[in-house]
């Protein structure tokens, strides 16, 4: 059995999604005459309602591409059909389609954070999405109530995704579009917006994708897993590094765990995430177990699911090629969106219907994360990335990674970071090197969750830990202003974070 003792997992549901803390709050408009600008390098927040379909304003210009994420968030646990979703879509000021991508909740059947993205790509179209000026987000609910989503396809997917070859949202692979009107969610959803540009490099480079590279399944990581607990959105996404990771609290139904690793140039990533065995209950529970991988724009990569029936599962990422400029030219989704250097996102989803056969109580989760290849060069660009480090991967975020600074903390969602100009901050997001805040008080945490010990030994050691925690913050402070050290480079994407 391997479900968490009660002292770690304390809480009775799961923990609510963390926007980015920089993220500005905008209202979507009913047309696009009445549109709010966003700006790239900037993450936003605003809401949608089950009928919804929500403009917002960009001005884009002709020397960059530009990328559009929407993370639509429902309430954990509400009603779900699986064709239910998000769609977005980049149009210009005729209503050219740039781009377009369906996320929908698959066939989990259970609400949980889904991202769609699109984009404008110079030189994709001779004709369409290329001139500077104004063009539209344009974000809209999906599903069998809306009567917009099913569409001819019936695939879970449609629009042509933002390489313009058709992408499948979270847990669409499935295929399903079941469910009823009735099923559908009639609640107001939360929505986290994100805006990046990508400058355009230099001319002479290969305008065809990498025709071959290792697809072989790599031998799986052994060996002690360290404990790294997951966070609860992107811009709190907790860091790893190569390696085997387990998660302390593990995860719980209706839950949504979300992971990041700092990808190099020409490097190849593989993930397999392990759902633990249980004695506590009993059946079958399909598609309950959901796998998806995010490249630094939260353009979908891959997704896949395993079913549950109390005996261990696990759920791999398929072959990635290694990461290259150059992938943005294949017609395969998977190629395709590893086209950036950057933080990769893991984000780990259980099904609400665990609980109806395995109770509430978390299960473990294991997560072996495997990097080939050195980190190479990068592609050359003409220009500076918004938010600025997007597509870099740092030394501080490789230390970051190794050390696990960020994640969700006692204060909710970490800085996402790194925004462009003069909008950075110094929080222990995205790229930050700096662990202490969020290690105090997760020391701290630790020891008021220790179980098994006296009260009054409890509350000498809970004096002593935060003594010590008040004395490296006051031997720290000074530091930074004195020497403008300890501080990594900012400027990651994820919630504004980039992101």
């Given at each position: 059995?391997?479900?968490?003792?009660?002292?770690?997992?304390?809480?009775e549901k799961?923990?609510?999604?963390s926007y980015a803390?920089?993220a500005?709050?905008?209202a979507g408009?009913?047309?696009?005459?009445?549109?709010v600008?966003l700006?790239?390098?900037?993450?936003?927040?605003?809401t949608?309602?089950?009928?919804?379909?929500?403009y917002y304003?960009?001005?884009?210009?002709?020397a960059?591409d530009?990328?559009?994420?929407?993370?639509?968030?429902?309430?954990?646990g509400s009603?779900?059909a699986?064709?239910?979703?998000?769609?977005?879509?980049?149009q210009?000021?005729d209503?050219?389609?740039?781009?377009?991508?369906?996320?929908?909740?698959?066939?989990?059947r259970?609400a949980?954070?889904v991202?769609a993205?699109a984009s404008r790509?110079i030189?994709s179209?001779e004709?369409?999405c290329q001139?500077?000026?104004v063009?539209y987000?344009v974000?809209e609910r999906?599903?069998?109530a809306v009567g917009?989503?099913?569409?001819a396809?019936?695939?879970?997917?449609?629009?042509t995704?933002?390489?313009?070859?058709?992408?499948s949202?979270t847990?669409?692979?499935?295929g399903?579009t079941s469910?009823?009107?009735?099923e559908?969610?009639?609640?107001?959803?939360?929505?986290?917006?994100?805006?990046?540009?990508?400058?355009?490099?230099k001319?002479?480079?290969?305008?065809?994708?990498p025709?071959?590279?290792?697809?072989?399944s790599?031998?799986g990581?052994?060996g002690?897993?360290?404990?790294?607990?997951?966070g609860s959105?992107?811009?709190a996404?907790?860091?790893?590094a190569?390696?085997?990771?387990?998660?302390?609290?593990?995860i719980r139904?209706g839950?949504t765990?979300?992971?990041k690793?700092?990808v190099g140039w020409?490097?190849?990533f593989?993930?397999?995430a392990?759902?633990?065995s249980?004695t506590d209950?009993d059946?079958h529970?399909?598609?309950?177990f959901v796998?998806?991988?995010y490249?630094?724009?939260?353009?979908?990569?891959?997704d896949?699911t395993a079913n549950?029936?109390?005996?261990q599962r696990?759920a791999a990422?398929?072959?990635?090629p290694?990461v290259a400029?150059?992938?943005?030219?294949?017609?395969d989704?998977?190629?395709n969106?590893?086209r950036?250097a950057?933080?990769?996102?893991?984000?780990?989803h259980?099904?609400?219907?665990v609980?109806?056969?395995?109770?509430?109580?978390?299960?473990?989760l294991?997560?072996?994360v495997?990097?080939d290849?050195?980190?190479?060069?990068?592609?050359?660009?003409?220009?500076?990335a918004?938010?600025r480090?997007v597509?870099?991967?740092?030394?501080?975020d490789e230390?970051?990674?190794e050390?696990?600074?960020?994640?969700?903390t006692?204060?909710g969602?970490?800085?996402?970071g790194g925004?462009g100009g003069d909008?950075?901050?110094?929080?222990?997001g995205?790229?930050s090197g700096s662990?202490s805040?969020?290690d105090d008080?997760?020391?701290?945490?630790?020891?008021?969750?220790?179980?098994?010990?006296?009260?009054g030994t409890?509350?000498?050691?809970v004096?002593?830990?935060?003594t010590?925690v008040?004395?490296?913050?006051?031997?720290?402070e000074?530091?930074p202003e004195?020497?403008?050290?300890?501080t990594a480079?900012r400027?990651?994407h994820?919630?504004?974070?980039g992101?």
């Amino acid at each position: 059995m391997t479900t968490l003792s009660a002292p770690v997992a304390a809480a009775e549901k799961p923990t609510p999604y963390s926007y980015a803390e920089d993220a500005t709050t905008v209202a979507g408009a009913a047309s696009s005459t009445g549109a709010v600008r966003l700006v790239a390098g900037k993450t936003y927040r605003s809401t949608i309602g089950p009928d919804g379909k929500l403009y917002y304003r960009l001005h884009l210009d002709a020397a960059s591409d530009a990328y559009v994420s929407a993370t639509a968030v429902p309430e954990a646990g509400s009603d779900a059909a699986s064709s239910d979703g998000v769609r977005v879509s980049l149009q210009d000021a005729d209503a050219h389609q740039c781009s377009s991508d369906t996320a929908r909740f698959g066939s989990t059947r259970s609400a949980h954070p889904v991202t769609a993205w699109a984009s404008r790509e110079i030189g994709s179209d001779e004709y369409m999405c290329q001139a500077a000026g104004v063009y539209y987000l344009v974000v809209e609910r999906v599903g069998a109530a809306v009567g917009t989503s099913t569409g001819a396809s019936g695939t879970g997917a449609s629009g042509t995704g933002a390489s313009g070859t058709g992408t499948s949202g979270t847990g669409s692979a499935s295929g399903s579009t079941s469910g009823s009107a009735g099923e559908t969610s009639s609640e107001e959803w939360g929505l986290e917006l994100g805006v990046v540009s990508e400058p355009l490099v230099k001319k002479g480079g290969s305008t065809h994708a990498p025709e071959g590279w290792n697809s072989a399944s790599p031998e799986g990581l052994s060996g002690e897993p360290e404990h790294r607990r997951g966070g609860s959105g992107f811009a709190a996404a907790s860091p790893v590094a190569q390696g085997v990771w387990q998660d302390e609290a593990g995860i719980r139904a209706g839950e949504t765990l979300f992971y990041k690793v700092p990808v190099g140039w020409g490097q190849q990533f593989h993930a397999t995430a392990e759902l633990g065995s249980t004695t506590d209950g009993d059946g079958h529970v399909g598609n309950a177990f959901v796998v998806s991988l995010y490249n630094p724009v939260r353009g979908l990569v891959d997704d896949r699911t395993a079913n549950y029936g109390g005996t261990q599962r696990s759920a791999a990422l398929g072959p990635l090629p290694p990461v290259a400029y150059e992938n943005r030219f294949s017609r395969d989704d998977e190629v395709n969106g590893m086209r950036f250097a950057g933080w990769y996102y893991l984000v780990v989803h259980l099904g609400t219907s665990v609980a109806d056969r395995y109770g509430e109580e978390p299960l473990g989760l294991t997560l072996r994360v495997r990097l080939d290849g050195e980190a190479g060069a990068g592609p050359g660009y003409l220009g500076t990335a918004e938010p600025r480090g997007v597509f870099e991967v740092t030394e501080g975020d490789e230390e970051a990674a190794e050390n696990g600074a960020t994640g969700d903390t006692l204060d909710g969602a970490v800085d996402g970071g790194g925004s462009g100009g003069d909008e950075g901050t110094s929080g222990s997001g995205e790229g930050s090197g700096s662990t202490s805040g969020a290690d105090d008080r997760r020391l701290a945490m630790t020891a008021v969750a220790a179980g098994g010990i006296g009260m009054g030994t409890l509350l000498v050691l809970v004096l002593v830990v935060w003594t010590l925690v008040a004395r490296r913050r006051a031997s720290g402070e000074a530091g930074p202003e004195l020497s403008g050290a300890g501080t990594a480079p900012r400027g990651r994407h994820g919630a504004s974070r980039g992101r």
